[in-house]
């Protein structure tokens, strides 16, 4: 299907969207000295987005720029790298940044709601599930959510790195259909430097991303196809443009060829709120490797993951827990939750069901990952 096509048959219709508004489209040309900020593009912002409201579109906007706008208003000339200064800036900066957003949706007489998340956050299924809940009572109270990440306590195991990240998880969690990133770049540039206009599968254009971070951003072009990538796995789509374009917002949404739209490959599936945790919000508490026969069960036959095919284990995990399932090469082909800790599955790989009850003393499941509890990945299909 053409790009116009899709643009026009399933953008204009889509009635929840998640938009990552970056850091240097927040502070623009029209940047003032007290944050750093551009007070008229948020106007815009909130302009905007009532627009859509009007037309019944839920909008979860996911906001970077605290730390700029903390920069700005300390005198800094750059963004720290030391962590603790990081943290810092960030606590001045997010005030600020909820100010600028709270007086624009004012005008409208529109409520904003602060939501302040970490990585962390999204490994754990209850917290998940909670964030989506918080933003679907929001919308229903009539509240615009406001997502940044929480940089004044996220260290280094628990951050995203950047916003591109955090929103693409966001919009995996809440369901959303489409995701825009919008920055200073008119889209995702071919070799001669023009927009692509439609991408159908994002692993074969990671080669045309260019290192374009900001003194005060801290995304690039890799990691917004990354984040592309994470949206089109879960069977939705991503939307690369330049959030300066008139009426992005507005246009984009009625099915205008602007910016690089990213869509799920043709045998894609979209994944229910459980399966998205699984195979793509959750980070991996450890890794099972399987033998060939085991791996082409998995991927061609739908079948589950068997003791006998398993050949070793790494990490320190636990029954229930996400386990990244690879093939002998490496390669990840799978992730799933687990019947079995690390110990345990030590014991019982490549024997049979049939054994387990003898060498674990107790009643055994028959699977060490059972199909419904599988999400293969995509590139393994």
């Not at 200064?85 to 600028?100: E, P, S, W």
């Not at 999204?122 to 109270?141: E, P, V």
């Not at 043709?266 to 508490?285: C, E, Q, T």
Request: proline share 3%.
């Amino acid at each position: 299907m053409p790009s116009t096509a899709i643009r026009q048959n399933i953008l204009s219709k889509a009635r929840s969207v998640v938009i990552k508004l970056g850091t240097q489209l927040l502070r623009g040309p029209k940047a003032d000295d007290n944050g750093g900020l551009d007070q008229s593009y948020i106007k815009d912002v909130a302009r905007q987005v009532v627009a859509l409201r009007e037309r019944g579109v839920e909008v979860t906007l996911v906001s970077s720029g605290a730390i700029g706008a903390g920069c700005a208003q300390l005198g800094l000339k750059k963004r720290p790298t030391d962590v603790a200064a990081l943290q810092a800036v960030a606590a001045v900066g997010q005030r600020q940044l909820m100010t600028r957003f709270h007086d624009a949706f004012a005008e409208h007489k529109l409520p904003v709601a602060q939501l302040l998340l970490t990585r962390d956050d999204f490994d754990h299924r209850q917290r998940f599930l909670n964030i989506r809940n918080c933003i679907a009572q929001l919308h229903a109270m009539g509240c615009v959510p406001i997502v940044n990440e929480n940089d004044t306590v996220a260290v280094e195991e628990i951050r995203f790195g950047d916003n591109d990240q955090l929103s693409a998880l966001l919009t995996t969690a809440v369901g959303a259909k489409v995701l825009l990133l919008l920055s200073v770049v008119d889209g995702l540039l071919d070799g001669e430097g023009k927009p692509i206009d439609l991408v159908p599968d994002v692993a074969a254009v990671m080669g045309l991303a260019r290192e374009d971070k900001t003194s005060f951003g801290s995304g690039g072009m890799g990691s917004k196809l990354t984040a592309a990538q994470l949206v089109t796995e879960a069977g939705e789509m991503a939307v690369i443009a330049n959030g300066r374009t008139p009426d992005v917002f507005l246009r984009l949404l009625a099915g205008e060829r602007i910016g690089t739209l990213f869509v799920p490959r043709p045998s894609a599936r979209r994944l229910d709120s459980r399966r998205r945790w699984i195979g793509l919000a959750k980070r991996p508490d450890g890794t099972i490797v399987i033998d060939d026969g085991a791996a082409a069960a998995l991927t061609q036959r739908g079948k589950s993951l068997l003791a006998s095919g398993v050949t070793g284990c790494t990490g320190d995990f636990e029954k229930g827990q996400v386990v990244s399932v690879r093939n002998s090469r490496g390669a990840e082909v799978a992730r799933g939750l687990t019947n079995y800790g690390q110990e345990e599955l030590k014991l019982i790989m490549g024997r049979k069901s049939s054994q387990f009850e003898k060498i674990l003393g107790h009643p055994a499941y028959a699977e060490v990952v059972h199909r419904d509890n599988l999400v293969l990945t995509p590139t393994s299909g």
